[in-house]
């Protein structure tokens, strides 16, 4: 259903570079706080990224807001609005009055708006008023509408693009479309993987590229035609190259001139060709970025001759310069956020206990803009006594100060634990921690939850005391024929710590079979709905879970309350087991043989331990092809993990997230990026991603039938 232009506690940074002119002066100056839109400064974020997008393009754009469609457009476009211009702010019905009721003008932007579809009209001849000459004239428009959506997915405009030609309809829609799929990008990773797509597609190539300048030499990722991608490759980084400064490629050169290079039959990367596909393209556009922090640029090759239009060439230009905006947008986010990211994680454990009978999982996934340290964290560790202890908190802020806390609170928690690990001793403690860090810093304001718990597997016990966090959850599971139940235990929670916390104990048995789950609010709290609908939703998802594996139940609660948060989401499970597993790892190398190495490795593996055979097939298989994706995306070894109970197999494979170089022959030899993560869906019963301190972590899980 379409929304309203939603509004973020934070004002969103201001638009970089010189003062605004022309019709961006009008919208940054527009009284928008008198309209139902609000002060522009509140504006969702995503919102705030397409006016951008609108104002900086050099076609006609328009930008219609909220159900009154009030209107933001560029100085391309104020030509169309005529003798109305300046209409900023004003509902486009009012303004386009004379034509809003004919068939493809209004209808196509209020259809765009309640179904959220792109929608395009084709040779539209309509009365024009010429801005400045007062003329009417009779002219053929060609329009695109796309819906643009709030960092909540709601529907909250449309972004229209308008050319006076018949002709390239549909790269017209495209352009439209990449405008709003670039709206949507934090990272360069993203941009380059939207701009690649749209140049594939808009202009049917056999080549593309996406270069840019990261300081100290260039990068360079290429799509070609034909390559093996799915929608589920999409998820993992692109592939990077470098390329060398005494060898520049054609599209460097233009990146670094800022002048398009077009070639219509030649060999135009005979020189610099990396395999076959760059040796066999005759016709290369190569056009350069247009941003004022960073240089880069974008290639289009065909393997035939390929004349390049006038308009092909403005098309090009065209979006070259929305990717070059949305690249800019890329790396202010990085330069910001980067450091905050990193800190956070380095701050979270990098590696949990292995125990017989416990298996641990964590999962920490920043908000829903990624773009701030947070306070979430956990932790879990083995007491003197051999024991474990859990804890998960959250300390309130988002930004490196916060994160910061965070750090000091958990240390804090550990080193309390192994003196005393009583938990309502261990909060009492941290509780005057807490308000001392508050007294230091002349703050009142220092919120900060927790629940921490030891567990004896022995005695079958588990103990917790809470500081105002949410209630965990116990999915309990004895007999693995009968169905699991799910339920909050009731925890005596004392206030947040800092403010006189006297936290009670609670004792519940943790026999064979259960499964801890410790979360933060992020996990069910909702702007929308009440937080119960949140708590039941989550107890549903975990009790009808296909396994209680830890990391299992980690993508589970992370994904079980629909909807997007700005809040950051922390989950620790804890598994008491019904019977040990059995464990194998492999370091792997990042070299041509190593995908081979693995399967036949894990291969007999899981043969020695009777795994069935059709399992055994499935799992090699998956497992070569996020071995094979490892090793191209991360260009270091990775580690491959095996672990098997009687109810599922579990493996996973890490990389150090390098995204470094990777070298041709590994190119060259390794499959190109296997067959994609839509086979891991296909032949598993679950599986996800963890991001890690340095890099991250693909995982799957096949269950294995009852009596197998």
């Keep these: 259903m379409p929304g309203t232009v939603g509004h973020v506690p934070a004002s969103p940074a201001p638009v970089p570079g010189a003062p605004a002119t022309g019709t961006a002066a009008l919208v940054l100056g527009h009284p928008w706080a008198g309209t139902s839109l609000g002060a522009i400064e509140g504006w969702d ?60 003008v209004g209808d196509l932007i209020e259809r765009t708006f309640h179904e959220g579809r792109s929608a395009l009209a084709k040779e539209l001849i309509l009365p024009v008023t010429r801005y400045g000459s007062g003329a009417v004239e009779q002219g053929v428009f060609t329009r695109g ?67 840019v300048d990261d300081g100290g030499g260039w990068r360079i990722v290429r799509r070609v035609r034909g390559e093996l991608l799915d929608e589920a490759d999409e998820r993992l980084p692109p592939l990077w190259r470098r390329s060398p400064d005494d060898r520049p490629t054609p599209l460097v050169t233009a990146a670094r001139s800022g002048a398009p290079i077009f070639t219509g039959d030649g060999r135009p990367l005979a020189d610099v060709a990396v395999d076959r596909h760059d040796q066999k393209i005759r016709a290369l556009a190569n056009l ?13 090759g065909y393997q035939r001759p390929h004349p390049w239009s006038a308009g092909e060439r403005a098309l090009l230009a065209a979006a070259a310069e929305l990717v070059g905006q949305a690249a800019e947008r890329a790396r202010r986010f990085e330069n910001q956020h980067g450091t905050a990211q990193l800190l956070q994680r380095s701050m979270l454990p990098e590696h949990l206990p292995d125990l017989p009978r416990l298996r641990i999982a964590a999962r920490y996934d920043p908000g829903v803009d990624g773009n701030a340290a947070g306070g979430d964290f956990y932790d879990a560790f083995l007491l003197p006594d051999g ?83 949410p209630a965990p959850l116990l999915r309990r599971c004895a007999d693995p024929d009968d169905r699991p139940a799910a339920a909050y235990l009731d925890v005596v929670s004392g206030a947040p710590l800092g403010l006189g916390c006297l936290p009670g104990t609670t ?41 209680g594996d830890p990391r299992a139940l980690c993508a589970v609660a992370t994904a079980a309350v629909p909807g997007a948060t700005d809040d950051d989401v922390a989950v620790l499970a804890v598994e008491h087991a019904l019977m040990p ?14 995908p081979s190495r693995v399967r036949r490795w894990m291969t007999a ?8 055979e059709s399992i055994v097939g499935a799992a090699v298989l998956c497992t070569s092809e996020l071995t094979t994706n490892a090793l191209l995306h991360a260009g270091t070894a990775a580690r491959v993990e095996i672990d098997l109970s009687a109810e599922r197999l579990l493996v996973s494979v890490a990389d150090s997230g390098t995204r470094g170089a990777v070298t041709k022959t590994q190119t060259d030899t390794l499959s190109s990026r296997g067959r994609g993560l839509g086979l891991i869906e296909q032949l598993s019963d679950a599986w996800g991603t963890d991001p890690t301190v340095r890099g991250s972590t693909v995982w799957f899980e096949i269950l294995i039938p009852p009596g197998r």
């Design 507 to 547: 004792t519940v048995p943790f026999t064979p079979g259960d499964t801890l789950l410790l979360f933060s609010d992020g996990v069910v709290e909702r702007r929308w709905q009440s937080l119960s609908v949140g708590l039941a939703g989550l107890a549903e998802a975990v009790a009808t879970a296909g396994s």
């Design 581 to 594: 597993s059995r464990s194998a790892g492999m370091e792997v190398p990042a070299e041509p043989t190593a």
């Design 145 to 211: 509408c796309s819906p643009v959506r709030d960092s909540a997915g709601a529907v909250v405009g449309v972004l229209t693009v308008v050319a006076e030609t018949t002709q390239g309809t549909e790269q017209l829609q495209s352009l439209s479309e990449l405008a709003a799929a670039l709206s949507g990008t934090l990272t360069l990773d993203d941009v380059a993987r939207v701009a690649l797509r749209y140049a594939l597609d808009a202009f049917d190539a056999d080549r593309v590229a996406f270069a």
């Design 45 to 104: 974020p995503a919102v705030r990224a397409v006016v951008d997008l609108v104002l900086g393009a050099a076609v006609p754009m328009s930008l219609t807001l909220g159900a009154e469609f009030l209107l933001v457009y560029n100085d391309g476009y104020a030509e169309l609005v005529g003798a109305a211009h300046p209409a900023i702010g004003q509902p486009a019905a009012e303004v386009f009055a004379d034509v809003w009721p004919l068939p493809g």
């Design 288 to 300: 350069p970025l247009r941003s004022a922090v960073l240089r880069g640029g974008i290639s289009v």
């Design 387 to 469: 024991r474990l202890g859990v804890v998960l908190g959250d300390v309130a802020g988002h930004d490196v100060q916060a994160a910061a806390r965070m750090g000091q609170v958990r240390a804090a928690l550990r080193a309390l634990a192994l003196t005393d690990p009583r938990p309502d001793a261990v909060l009492a403690g941290l509780d005057r921690l807490v308000a001392s860090l508050g007294a230091e810093g002349g703050t009142h304001e220092l919120f900060v939850t927790v629940v921490f718990g030891v567990i004896d597997a022995e005695r079958e016990l588990l103990t917790l005391a809470s500081a105002g966090h």
């Design 605 to 612: 593996q899981l043969s020695a331990w009777q795994v069935p």
